[in-house]
């Protein structure tokens, strides 16, 4: 079975500037999460969808901060403008029920300058 | 608001042995309680989940406690092997809705 696909796996931009990531979640997982890892910390959750809408997102940075989870699968999340302190890992995870185990992408490695 | 504590010294442990990391957490008792592997540059990987109502559980080498009276998790991992070196991170469900909140992880390293 394929796992949680994310992409670009790396990014360097500078601050102000805007980014983008992208995530596919494995086949028929209905929840999907995208979380900040900043270097030397734990995931902090960003935002959970359930299908295609928005479980919980308090605790996204919603003035430069937009993820959308269109048709209930894919998703995106954009920074807008993006600063320094959004140098972190996104990880997207998803899971197939309201309880149990997350799955994790690799990461996408967001560098600002 | 909740809060989740891991030793964030790293653990230093020989082979053979058994490693044991601690996770406290805050305030009331999480619906569940899950642990997490995570090597560097990968995205963590589900290892162990128990309930609320469950004191152990174990899985090949890997054993969990949940005591809810300490607030305290406890992780071991026994006849530890140099490939077992990694973070590993404890994450907690209070709303039973599947929204974890993790701690800050344990980096264990263990030597041949």
């Known amino acids: 079975e394929a796992g949680v696909a994310q992409s670009p796996r790396y990014k360097i931009i500078e601050k102000r500037q805007s980014v983008a990531f992208w995530c596919n979640p494995i086949?028929?997982?209905?929840?999907l999460y995208w979380y900040q890892q900043i270097l030397g910390q734990g995931p902090k959750l960003l935002i959970q969808f359930q299908n295609n809408g928005v479980v919980d997102d308090s605790q996204l940075p919603k003035d430069r901060f937009s993820a959308e989870r269109l048709k209930g699968v894919d998703s995106t999340l954009k920074i807008q403008p993006a600063k320094l302190e959004d140098s972190a890992v996104y990880l997207c995870?998803?899971?197939?029920?309201?309880?149990?185990?997350?799955?994790f992408g690799e990461g996408s490695r967001l560098t600002v300058l | 608001s909740q809060k989740i504590e891991q030793n964030s010294e790293a653990l230093n442990i020989q082979e053979g042995k058994t490693a044991t990391l601690t996770c406290n957490y805050t305030n009331y008792s999480p619906a569940y309680l899950q642990w997490y592997r995570q090597d560097p540059g990968r995205g963590p990987v589900f290892l162990l989940l128990?309930?609320?109502?469950?004191k152990e559980k174990r899985k090949e080498r890997l054993k969990v406690t949940f005591d809810t009276t300490l607030k305290q998790s406890l992780f071991h991992i026994t006849a530890s092997q140099p490939a077992d070196s990694a973070t590993y991170l404890c994450a907690l469900d209070w709303t039973a809705g599947n929204k974890l909140t993790f701690g800050g992880g344990t980096r264990v390293l263990v030597k041949p």
């Open positions: 128990i309930r609320e109502n469950e």
């Open positions: 995870a998803s899971s197939p029920s309201k309880t149990g185990e997350l799955f």
């Open positions: 086949s028929g997982h209905a929840t």
